[in-house]
C-alpha cells in the first residue's frame, strides 16, 4: 500500500523560506515520477515542480521557478521542495504526489498548507 505524507507547511512572512517534505512508504521516490502540486481556496489544482528520470531531470511551473527547488532523499525514501523568496500568492494547500508518469499520478498525500502574510 503506497501511502505519501507532506510535512513542513505553515505560516511565513513575504520573503520568506519554508521546506515541505513528503515521506513515501510503499512506494520508491526515485521511480517514475513524483511532483508537488498546490490548490487555493477558489482555485484550481496547479501542478508546480516534478522529477523524474531517478531525480535527474525537473520541471517547474513559471509561476515558482527560479523560487523553488524539488529533489529527493533516497536513503530518507522522501521527497522535498525548498520554497524560497514566498510570496502571499503562493498561499495554497501543498499535495505531493506520485506515479508512473508525470502525466498519471495515482498517489496522493493528505497536503500541508502553506500561508505567507504580506
Known amino acids: 500500500q503506497v501511502q505519501l505524507v507532506e510535512s513542513g507547511g505553515g505560516s511565513v512572512q513575504t520573503g520568506g523560506s519554508l521546506r515541505l517534505s513528503c515521506a513515501a512508504s510503499?512506494?520508491?521516490?526515485?521511480?517514475?515520477?513524483m511532483g508537488w502540486f498546490r490548490q487555493a481556496p477558489g482555485k484550481e489544482r496547479e501542478a508546480i515542480a516534478g522529477i523524474y528520470n531517478g531525480g535527474d531531470s525537473t520541471s517547474y511551473a513559471d509561476s515558482v521557478k527560479g523560487r523553488f527547488t524539488i529533489f529527493e532523499d533516497n536513503a530518507e525514501n522522501a521527497l522535498y521542495l525548498q520554497m524560497n523568496s514566498l510570496k502571499p500568492e503562493d498561499t495554497a494547500m501543498y499535495y505531493c504526489?506520485?506515479?508512473?508518469?508525470?502525466?498519471?499520478?495515482?498517489?496522493w498525500g493528505q497536503g500541508t498548507q502553506v500561508t505567507v502574510s504580506s
Open positions: 504526489a506520485a506515479g508512473r508518469s508525470c502525466v498519471d499520478f495515482s498517489y
Open positions: 510503499g512506494y520508491t521516490v526515485s521511480s517514475n515520477c
